[in-house]
Antibody, heavy 119, light 107 residues
Framework: QVQLQESGPGLVKPSETLSLTCTVSGVSISRYYWGWIRQPPGKGLEWIGCIYTSGSTNYNPSLRSRVTISMDMSKNQFSLRLTSVTAADTAVYYC?????????????WGQGTLVTVSS | DIQMTQSPSSLSASVGDRVSITCQASQDISDYLNWYQQKPGKAPNLLIYDASNLETGVPSRFSGSRSGTDFTFTISSLQPEDFATYYCQQYRNFPLTFGGGTKVEIK
């Protein structure tokens, strides 16, 4: 059974960098594609980006200048970095597997982690 | 970007009702459309992929269909555990985009 778990600070100061890690169990991350999605409190879902087994990435243009997604095969983890955060980046951040091809559906998802941007 | 216009944004229904939600894509996305269910405080859960394919383990009362750029998600007989928010998501093009969500509430 594939499981994902997000981890990282729940509070980040404005202008600083948000860093989250997704730990995957039940499957090697080298076998699939992986993504990050976020959801501001009380709002809808926004795709952040995906990373592929080759290490190549694809990002939402609205965040591209600030986001980096990377993989650590030795730890079976992938990570998200978002720089220069503002209050608008306050959201629940989810990691998820993309089981199909280069882009597709997200399944399963991690439980999500709330990140608040505040001084 | 491909815009996904989901409607209604909310609806009230009773147990046993037939419920339908629509998503309209701003351009042709073929069948590259998925549906998720999200309950409060939980992550979204995939129900339907490629417009009409039921994910393994999902009850058959859930279904999806496509007509051109219009997609319909249907619950044939609403159950108490189905009260949740539903989202569509396209993957025809990057950036991947979601509909705004439909909250299904108890009447």
């Amino acid at each position: 059974q594939v499981q994902l778990q997000e981890s990282g600070p729940g509070l980040v100061k404005p202008s600083e960098t948000l860093s989250l890690t997704c730990t995957v169990s039940g499957v090697s991350i080298s076998r699939y594609y992986w993504g990050w999605i976020r959801q501001p409190p009380g709002k809808g879902l926004e795709w952040i980006g995906c990373i592929y087994t080759s290490g190549s990435t694809n990002y939402n243009p609205s965040l591209r200048s600030r986001v980096t997604i990377s993989m650590d095969m030795s730890k079976n983890q992938f990570s998200l970095r978002l720089t220069s955060v503002t209050a608008a980046d306050t959201a629940v951040y989810y990691c998820a597997r993309v089981p199909g091809s280069i882009k597709g559906w997200f399944d399963p998802w991690g439980q999500g982690t709330l990140v608040t941007v505040s001084s | 970007d491909i815009q996904m216009t989901q409607s209604p944004s909310s609806l009230s229904a009773s147990v046993g009702d037939r419920v339908s939600i629509t998503c309209q894509a701003s351009q042709d996305i073929s069948d590259y459309l998925n549906w998720y269910q999200q309950k409060p405080g939980k992550a979204p859960n995939l129900l339907i992929y490629d417009a009409s394919n039921l994910e393994t383990g999902v009850p058959s009362r859930f279904s999806g269909s496509r007509s051109g750029t219009d997609f319909t998600f249907t619950i044939s007989s609403l159950q108490p555990e189905d009260f949740a928010t539903y989202y569509c998501q396209q993957y025809r093009n990057f950036p991947l985009t979601f509909g705004g969500g439909t909250k299904v509430e108890i009447k």
